[in-house]
């Protein structure tokens, strides 16, 4: 069974400065990794996805994440944050074959600071 | 865009009452999915559903049932709230029984049992 951890629960970064958040799952073969953004009082918006090919991808809002096999991680980056990006993002991991279900990580809560 | 909408926002019941938690999407998904979301423990998989009338436990399916008549509409009960089950519920929904189609979420249902 696939899961994965999130190992940082907060994280605060200045206004400006640049961002990475870490995800690391375990599964026993090439996994699909998500990332989600969920702002207050809100559901789950989904930021990017990696299924295969190039193992950068973009997402929404100026995000990006890398997939490292070697590394079991799919972090997730942002050059230059804004207040906005304020909000918890959760990490996801769904197998390859089989029905769809996918397992969250616990979540990292990111506070910007002015 | 792919729209789930959960009935209520926020509700609050008392102990031992039969509790309806109704989510709808809108895009024909076959898979709908209902989810705990509690601090520190991330998104939790309750039941989730592939076709209508069709159900399958998820990881913590123990006090909850479910319901799937049409195939817009998957309802979480909770037979004997319990304050326990004091929570965040999500609802969410995708296209295919495959693990590369995301899931599309609800605002969420903050359920309080008192």
């Known amino acids: 069974a696939q899961s994965v951890t999130q190992p940082d629960i907060h994280i605060t970064v200045s206004e400006g400065a640049s961002l990475e958040l870490r995800c690391n799952y375990s599964?026993?073969?090439?996994?699909?990794l998500f990332w989600y953004v969920q702002s207050p009082g809100q559901g789950l918006q989904l930021l990017l996805k990696?299924?295969?090919?190039?193992?950068l991808v973009q997402g929404i809002k100026g995000f990006e994440a890398e997939f490292k096999r070697s590394q079991s991680s799919f972090n997730l980056r942002k050059p230059s944050v804004h207040w906005s990006d304020a909000a918890e993002y959760f990490c996801?991991?769904?197998?390859?074959?089989?029905?769809?279900?996918?397992?969250f990580g616990t979540g990292t809560r990111l506070l910007v600071s002015p | 865009d792919v729209k789930v909408t959960q009935s209520s926002r926020y509700l609050v019941k008392r102990t031992g009452e039969k509790v309806f938690l109704e989510c709808v999407q809108d895009?024909?998904?076959?898979?709908m999915f209902w989810y705990r979301q509690d601090p520190g423990l991330g998104l939790r998989l309750i039941y989730f559903?592939?076709?209508?009338?069709?159900?399958e436990k998820g990881d913590i399916p123990e006090g909850y049932s479910v319901s799937r008549e049409k195939k817009e509409r998957f309802s979480l009960i909770l037979e004997s709230a319990s304050t326990n089950q004091t929570s965040m519920y999500l609802c969410?929904?995708?296209?295919?029984?495959?693990?590369?189609?995301?899931?599309?979420f609800g605002d969420g249902t903050r359920l309080s049992i008192l």
């Open positions: 895009m024909d998904h076959e898979n």
């Open positions: 990696y299924f295969s090919g190039d193992t």
């Open positions: 996801a991991v769904g197998a390859a074959t089989g029905f769809q279900k996918l397992v």
């Open positions: 969410a929904s995708s296209p295919e029984k495959k693990a590369n189609q995301p899931q599309h």
């Open positions: 559903s592939y076709d209508v009338k069709m159900k």
């Open positions: 599964y026993g073969a090439t996994p699909y």
